[in-house]
C-alpha cells in the first residue's frame, strides 16, 4: 500500500468517526469518492476491522443517548427500549392473524397441506 492511500485511509477512519459512521458526509471530509471507502473496506481486511469498530463505536454512542432520555423520563425512549431490548420479558408487539376459513383443497396438494400443518403446529 503506498503512503498516499494509507494517510487517506486514515483520513478516512477519522471523518468516519466525526460523522458516526455516515459515509458520504465522511468521504467529503476526507476527500475521497465513496467508492474508494467501499473498495478499501472490500479488500484491505485491517481497514474493514476499523470501520467495523467505528460502527461499534457509534452503537455504543447511540445507546448511551437513549439511556440519557430514558433517565429524563422520556416515555417515547422507554417504549423503544423494552421493545428491542425486553422481548424476552414480554415487550413485543405482536400481530395475531386467525383464518378460520377452510383452504380449498384443489389448489393445494395434500402434500402441501400436511407440511403447512406441520409449519403451523410447530410454530404454534
Do not use: C
Amino acid at each position: 500500500m503506498n503512503k498516499q492511500n494509507s494517510t487517506l485511509k486514515k483520513a478516512m477512519l477519522e471523518a468516519l468517526e466525526k460523522s458516526l459512521g455516515v459515509v458520504t458526509t465522511a468521504a467529503k471530509l476526507a476527500g475521497i469518492d465513496r467508492g474508494s471507502h467501499y473498495n478499501w473496506f472490500n479488500e484491505d481486511l485491517k481497514y474493514r476491522n476499523a470501520v467495523n469498530e467505528l460502527e461499534n463505536l457509534t452503537l455504543d454512542y447511540a445507546e448511551s443517548q437513549l439511556h440519557k432520555q430514558i433517565k429524563n423520563g422520556n416515555t417515547s425512549a422507554t417504549i423503544f427500549f423494552l421493545k428491542t431490548k425486553g422481548k424476552k420479558r414480554g415487550y413485543i408487539e405482536r400481530q395475531e392473524i386467525e383464518h378460520l376459513g377452510a383452504m380449498p383443497s384443489m389448489k393445494v396438494s395434500k402434500e402441501a397441506k400436511d407440511k403447512i400443518d406441520e409449519i403451523l403446529n410447530n410454530e404454534y
